[in-house]
C-alpha cells in the first residue's frame, strides 16, 4: 500500500491560537513512516509547513505518488497536540484541495481524538484516528472493511462508526527516528531558545510521552496521557543521528521532562544544546545543576498560577510553596541561561498582584509572561466541568467562551480573533 503523510502548511489568520508559528519536526508522521516501511508499504512524509507547499504542490505530489491512504495532521506537530489551534480550516480546505487524488483520507489529532464525529464530517475525510496514530495507520491496511481497526472513526455504509478508545502507542516499540539531511537543513529554527541566534539546524525529539498529573487545563486525556519512557539506547541514536546531520540543538517536547541522571549524563558527553518544558517543583538543587552541565540553554517551568490556591484550583497537585518556587527557578537560572515561568490568568490571582511578581521574577533573571486565559479544550477537566461530555458543538462552545473572556492575548494571538464558525466557514 502506499500512505502519504502530510503537515499541512499552517496559517492562523484571525486565530486564538498562541504556539510557535514556526515549522517543527512532525514526529507522528516520522514513527508512522518508520512503521509503515517496516511492513513493506511505500510512505511518503510530506512537510508543506517546512517545505513551504501550497495546497496545488501538495496535489501535484499526490498526482505521481497516487496514495491508497492520505494522512492529514489537525494540529501542528505533536508539540501543540495539547494546545492546538482550535480551528480546522487549514487541514479542511487541504483535504478539500486534494480531493480525488488522495486515496481514502485520514486525519489524526487532538481534534478528532477529543471529538471524532463532528471533525471527522467537517474535513470530509474518510477515516479519523482517535489518539495516538504511529501503531494504527499499519492496520488500516491489513482490513478491506476496516471492522477490525481499533481507535477510529469512519463512514461505514453512509453512517458513521466509532470503533474503540483512542490509542496509547507502545512508545518503547517506536524506532530511532532518521530525518533525510536536506530536510533537517531546512529546519534553522531553534524552538524556545533565546540565548543565541541560531547558525546550525534545530530539531525535536521526545525521551518520554505523557505526565503523572492531571491539571484540570490540560489537554491529555484523549493522547499522550500515560507518562511512559523512550529507552536510552533508542532515544540516543536518534540524537546521534541529527547531530551527525548538523543539528547543535535539540528541543525535548516531553509534556514533562523529569531530572532523569543517566539520560543527562550522556547529553553532557555529547555537547549538545537543548531546551525542555517541566516542573520545576521536581527538581532539586543537584539535579538542576547537572541539568545545566547537560547542555539545557532553555527551561519553560509551568508555574501557572503565583498562589497555592490557585494552582490547587488549577488541578497541579504541587506541594512546594510559591517562595519555594521561586527559589527553585533562582537556581535554576544559576546554570540555564534562559528560565520562564509559566502563568495563565485564574481568578485566584489579583493582575496587580501578578505583574509585582513577574516584575520581581525578572529582576531576579527570571522571565514570566503576561498571563492569559487558559482555552477549555474539548477532553479537558475544565471543558467538562462548565460542559459535561464534548459534544459535537464543543469547540465552538468552548471557542465563544474564550472570545467572551478575552482581554488582548499573549501578543501573538489575533488582537481581534474571529469566532470559529466564521473562521471555518467555506467559500
Same mark, same amino acid.
Request: charged fraction near 25%.
Given at each position: 500500500?502506499?500512505?502519504?503523510?502530510?503537515?499541512?502548511?499552517?496559517?492562523?489568520?484571525?486565530?486564538?491560537?498562541?504556539?510557535?508559528?514556526?515549522?517543527?519536526?512532525?514526529?507522528?508522521?516520522?514513527?508512522?513512516?518508520?512503521?509503515?516501511?517496516?511492513?513493506?508499504?511505500?510512505?511518503?512524509?510530506?512537510?508543506?509547513?517546512?517545505?513551504?507547499?501550497?495546497?496545488?504542490?501538495?496535489?501535484?505530489?499526490?498526482?505521481?505518488?497516487?496514495?491508497?491512504?492520505?494522512?492529514?495532521?489537525?494540529?501542528?506537530?505533536?508539540?501543540?497536540?495539547?494546545?492546538?489551534?482550535?480551528?480546522?480550516?487549514?487541514?479542511?480546505?487541504?483535504?478539500?484541495?486534494?480531493?480525488?487524488?488522495?486515496?481514502?483520507?485520514?486525519?489524526?489529532?487532538?481534534?478528532?481524538?477529543?471529538?471524532?464525529?463532528?471533525?471527522?464530517?467537517?474535513?470530509?475525510?474518510?477515516?479519523?484516528?482517535?489518539?495516538?496514530?504511529?501503531?494504527?495507520?499499519?492496520?488500516?491496511?491489513?482490513?478491506?472493511?476496516?471492522?477490525?481497526?481499533?481507535?477510529?472513526?469512519?463512514?461505514?455504509?453512509?453512517?458513521?462508526?466509532?470503533?474503540?478508545?483512542?490509542?496509547?502507542?507502545?512508545?518503547?516499540?517506536?524506532?530511532?527516528?532518521?530525518?533525510?539531511?536536506?530536510?533537517?537543513?531546512?529546519?534553522?529554527?531553534?524552538?524556545?531558545?533565546?540565548?543565541?541566534?541560531?547558525?546550525?539546524?534545530?530539531?525535536?525529539?521526545?525521551?518520554?510521552?505523557?505526565?503523572?498529573?492531571?491539571?484540570?487545563?490540560?489537554?491529555?486525556?484523549?493522547?499522550?496521557?500515560?507518562?511512559?519512557?523512550?529507552?536510552?539506547?533508542?532515544?540516543?541514536?536518534?540524537?546521534?543521528?541529527?547531530?551527525?546531520?548538523?543539528?547543535?540543538?535539540?528541543?525535548?517536547?516531553?509534556?514533562?521532562?523529569?531530572?532523569?541522571?543517566?539520560?543527562?549524563?550522556?547529553?553532557?558527553?555529547?555537547?549538545?544544546?537543548?531546551?525542555?518544558?517541566?516542573?520545576?517543583?521536581?527538581?532539586?538543587?543537584?539535579?538542576?545543576?547537572?541539568?545545566?552541565?547537560?547542555?539545557?540553554?532553555?527551561?519553560?517551568?509551568?508555574?501557572?498560577?503565583?498562589?497555592?490556591?490557585?494552582?490547587?484550583?488549577?488541578?497541579?497537585?504541587?506541594?512546594?510553596?510559591?517562595?519555594?518556587?521561586?527559589?527553585?527557578?533562582?537556581?535554576?537560572?544559576?546554570?540555564?541561561?534562559?528560565?520562564?515561568?509559566?502563568?495563565?490568568?485564574?481568578?485566584?490571582?489579583?493582575?496587580?498582584?501578578?505583574?509585582?511578581?513577574?516584575?520581581?521574577?525578572?529582576?531576579? %533573571? &527570571?522571565? =514570566?509572561?503576561? $498571563?492569559? @486565559? +487558559?482555552?477549555?479544550?474539548?477532553? !479537558? /477537566?475544565?471543558?467538562?466541568?462548565?460542559?459535561?461530555?464534548?459534544?459535537?458543538?464543543?469547540?465552538?462552545?468552548?471557542?465563544?467562551?474564550?472570545?467572551?473572556?478575552?482581554?488582548?492575548?499573549? %501578543? &501573538?494571538? =489575533?488582537?481581534? $480573533?474571529? @469566532? +470559529?464558525?466564521?473562521?471555518?466557514? !467555506? /467559500?
Amino acid at each position: 500500500m502506499r500512505y502519504a503523510l502530510i503537515n499541512p502548511r499552517w496559517e492562523y489568520e484571525g486565530s486564538v491560537y498562541f504556539g510557535c508559528r514556526e515549522p517543527h519536526l512532525a514526529l507522528e508522521l516520522g514513527y508512522a513512516r518508520e512503521l509503515l516501511r517496516r511492513e513493506g508499504h511505500d510512505a511518503a512524509l510530506v512537510d508543506a509547513h517546512l517545505l513551504r507547499l501550497g495546497t496545488e504542490d501538495v496535489r501535484r505530489i499526490l498526482e505521481d505518488f497516487r496514495p491508497d491512504f492520505t494522512i492529514v495532521l489537525t494540529a501542528p506537530t505533536y508539540l501543540f497536540w495539547r494546545c492546538p489551534q482550535p480551528e480546522l480550516k487549514v487541514p479542511r480546505d487541504l483535504i478539500s484541495a486534494i480531493s480525488g487524488q488522495a486515496g481514502r483520507v485520514v486525519a489524526i489529532g487532538p481534534h478528532g481524538s477529543a471529538t471524532p464525529v463532528p471533525v471527522l464530517k467537517k474535513l470530509g475525510a474518510d477515516i479519523v484516528v482517535m489518539g495516538e496514530p504511529e501503531e494504527i495507520l499499519p492496520k488500516l491496511a491489513r482490513s478491506s472493511d476496516l471492522k477490525g481497526v481499533p481507535s477510529i472513526c469512519f463512514r461505514d455504509e453512509g453512517a458513521v462508526r466509532i470503533q474503540g478508545r483512542p490509542n496509547e502507542t507502545d512508545i518503547a516499540a517506536l524506532p530511532a527516528l532518521s530525518w533525510e539531511s536536506e530536510l533537517l537543513k531546512r529546519h534553522q529554527h531553534h524552538h524556545h531558545r533565546f540565548d543565541s541566534t541560531p547558525e546550525s539546524p534545530g530539531a525535536e525529539m521526545e525521551t518520554s510521552r505523557g505526565c503523572p498529573y492531571s491539571c484540570t487545563f490540560c489537554a491529555k486525556a484523549d493522547f499522550r496521557n500515560r507518562y511512559r519512557k523512550r529507552p536510552l539506547p533508542t532515544v540516543l541514536k536518534e540524537l546521534d543521528s541529527l547531530m551527525s546531520s548538523g543539528v547543535s540543538y535539540v528541543y525535548f517536547i516531553d509534556e514533562i521532562f523529569m531530572p532523569d541522571e543517566r539520560l543527562l549524563n550522556a547529553l553532557a558527553e555529547r555537547g549538545v544544546k537543548f531546551g525542555i518544558q517541566t516542573r520545576i517543583d521536581l527538581w532539586k538543587t543537584d539535579t538542576l545543576e547537572l541539568l545545566g552541565r547537560a547542555g539545557c540553554v532553555s527551561i519553560e517551568a509551568g508555574i501557572e498560577s503565583i498562589t497555592e490556591r490557585g494552582r490547587s484550583l488549577l488541578g497541579k497537585r504541587c506541594e512546594r510553596t510559591t517562595d519555594e518556587l521561586v527559589n527553585l527557578l533562582v537556581v535554576a537560572r544559576n546554570f540555564v541561561p534562559f528560565v520562564q515561568a509559566t502563568l495563565i490568568a485564574t481568578v485566584a490571582d489579583d493582575p496587580e498582584m501578578v505583574e509585582n511578581w513577574r516584575a520581581c521574577a525578572e529582576r531576579l %533573571g &527570571i522571565w =514570566a509572561n503576561s $498571563p492569559v @486565559p +487558559l482555552f477549555p479544550y474539548p477532553g !479537558t /477537566e475544565e471543558y467538562r466541568k462548565r460542559w459535561g461530555i464534548p459534544d459535537s458543538a464543543a469547540w465552538e462552545r468552548a471557542h465563544e467562551y474564550y472570545l467572551s473572556i478575552y482581554k488582548g492575548g499573549s %501578543g &501573538i494571538q =489575533a488582537k481581534t $480573533p474571529t @469566532p +470559529l464558525k466564521e473562521l471555518e466557514r !467555506t /467559500e
